[in-house]
Every structure is written in structure tokens, then in C-alpha cells.
Nanobody, 121 residues
Framework: QVQLVESGGGLVQPGGSLRLSCAAS????????MGWFRQAPGKEREGVAT???????QHVDAVKGRFTIARENAENTVYLQMNDLRTDDAGMYYC????????????????WGQGTQVTVS
């Protein structure tokens, strides 16, 4: 059974940095893509960045140049380094997993963590 546990969220001032971590367990060889998603109050969940098992990454335009997704396969951990945070980056950040190619759509991911809160103020 897959379990994803996020950590690293918190309160930061605009322009600050945070590093989110997602520790995964119960993975199989077919688990391919891990992604970070976020959801602000009153808004739909949206994709932030994805990384596949080969290390190929995608970042949405809103975070390019500021956020970086990375994957440590030996530790089954995915990171999201967030720099130059803005107020509109605030929200609950979730880690997700799917056994196919990466997709930017949240509904394509069957496995989710509980989320970690990011507040920028």
C-alpha cells in the first residue's frame, strides 16, 4: 500500500524559501511519476511540478525559475525547493503518485499525501 507523507511547509515572508519533502513508501517498480500540486482556499487543486523515474521534470510556468522538483530514488523521496515565494504561492501542497507517464492533471493521480501548508505573508 502506497503512503506519501509531506513535510516542510510553514510560514515564510515574500521572497523567502522553503523546501518541501515527500517521503514515499510501498512503491513498486511500476511507480513512475511523482508530482507536487497545490490548492489555495476557494480554488481548484493545480499542478506545480512533476518528475518521472528517469528524472525528467516539468514545472508550470507560474513557478519556473523559482521552484525546482528533485527526486532521490534511493530514499523514495521527492523534494520541492521553493525560492522567491510570493503571496499567491500560498496554499496546501500535496505530493501525488501515478504509475504512468507524468500528467499535469490532479485527477490522473490515484495516490495522495495529506498535504503540508505553505503560508506566505
Amino acid at each position: 500500500q502506497v503512503q506519501l507523507v509531506e513535510s516542510g511547509g510553514g510560514l515564510v515572508q515574500p521572497g523567502g524559501s522553503l523546501r518541501l519533502s515527500c517521503a514515499a513508501s510501498g512503491l513498486t517498480d511500476s511507480d513512475r511519476c511523482m508530482g507536487w500540486f497545490r490548492q489555495a482556499p476557494g480554488k481548484e487543486r493545480e499542478g506545480v511540478a512533476t518528475i518521472d523515474s528517469d528524472g525528467n521534470t516539468q514545472h508550470v510556468d507560474a513557478v519556473k525559475g523559482r521552484f525546482t522538483i528533485a527526486r532521490e530514488n534511493a530514499e523514495n523521496t521527492v523534494y520541492l525547493q521553493m525560492n522567491d515565494l510570493r503571496t499567491d504561492d500560498a496554499g496546501m501542497y500535496y505530493c501525488a503518485l501515478r504509475s504512468q507517464y507524468c500528467s499535469p492533471e490532479p485527477h490522473d493521480y490515484p495516490d495522495w499525501g495529506q498535504g503540508t501548508q505553505v503560508t506566505v505573508s
